[in-house]
């Protein structure tokens, strides 16, 4: 099975480039010989074959052992499909349900009665639609001056995905604040990117504090502390009393003993985080650091 696992990944992973290049070649004008369409359609095939295979044996030794109908399922998919392939499916369904909620209005994602709003996007809405105005430009100017139509196909979608991408990134972190439980949880997020829980019986205290990190986003360091930043800023350090294991953007696992994200209005949020009354007495005075 392991050899049959490995083969369906690299066939995909092969087949892959091999479809978008077909695809550019049609939309550019350029004839595709009949022969190039069936190997195509029969290297497809096959390889939806073995991944089907590859799914119905897993889901058979899954139950086996004595999961239910629809865990077994997953357990199935979880071991044919690697981890950042499942992560990267996943963001592009949070982004396009995002985007719709912040198009349809329909309010915060994941926000219950009681619980207490922590908003962080409007720090780098700025950034993102000065960033988006220059990948509108950019698309119209290179759809005007590239005269090679394959070229061109490429590009226009390219800058297309690119001006979507950055829209439904802002957008998410819009309607997916960080979001304080009428219990005390903590629940961090950034967008489609993260999601990261911390029960409130873990949270030993909380205070603002103002600091510029350098390190990579959502990754621990040796002191185990995890930096959420907006426009590189972080106003607000939760520490724990045990650390809190979370998954990063493409679904490495990582661990953390202290979190400092940015919160629009910190005071407010320390403050909620208290009145919870899980959370012990800490300083709520600002340090620039």
């Not at 990944?9 to 892959?16: E, H, I, N, S, V």
């Not at 899954?62 to 199935?76: N, P, Y």
């Not at 202290?258 to 320390?270: C, L, N």
């Amino acid at each position: 099975m392991k050899a049959l696992r490995r083969a369906v990944r690299w066939g995909f992973a092969t087949l892959a480039p091999c479809e978008v290049v077909i695809v550019l070649c049609v939309a550019g004008g350029v004839r595709v010989a009949p022969a190039v369409w069936l190997a195509a359609e029969l290297a497809v095939l096959v390889l939806m074959a073995g991944a089907t295979a590859l799914v119905v044996l897993d889901y058979r030794r899954h139950r086996r052992t004595g999961l239910h109908r629809r865990s077994a399922f997953l357990a199935a998919i979880a071991d044919s499909v690697p981890v950042s392939v499942r992560k990267l499916i996943s963001h592009e369904i949070t982004l396009a349900t995002s985007l719709l909620r912040w198009v349809t209005r329909r309010g915060p994602h994941g926000v219950r009665d009681g619980d207490h709003l922590v908003p962080y996007a409007p720090a780098q809405s700025a950034t993102m639609y000065g960033l988006l105005f220059v990948c509108v430009v950019e698309t119209v100017a290179l759809a005007c001056v590239i005269p090679w139509p394959v070229v061109h196909a490429v590009t226009l979608v390219l800058d297309l995905w690119g001006c979507y991408f950055l829209l439904a990134l802002h957008t998410s972190c819009v309607v997916r604040p960080h979001v304080i439980g009428a219990d005390g949880a903590l629940r961090l997020r950034y967008g489609a990117l993260l999601d990261i829980r911390v029960p409130a019986d873990r949270i030993a205290c909380a205070r603002v504090d103002r600091r510029f990190p350098d390190g990579k986003p959502a990754a621990a360091d040796a002191s185990g502390v995890a930096d959420l930043a907006v426009a590189g800023l972080t106003t607000v350090t939760v520490e724990l009393t045990e650390p809190v294991r979370y998954v990063r953007v493409l679904g490495k696992q990582a661990e953390a003993r202290a979190f400092r994200f940015y919160a629009d209005d910190p005071v407010s949020a320390v403050a909620a985080l208290r009145a919870a009354g899980r959370s012990r007495p800490g300083p709520v005075n600002a340090s620039d650091r």
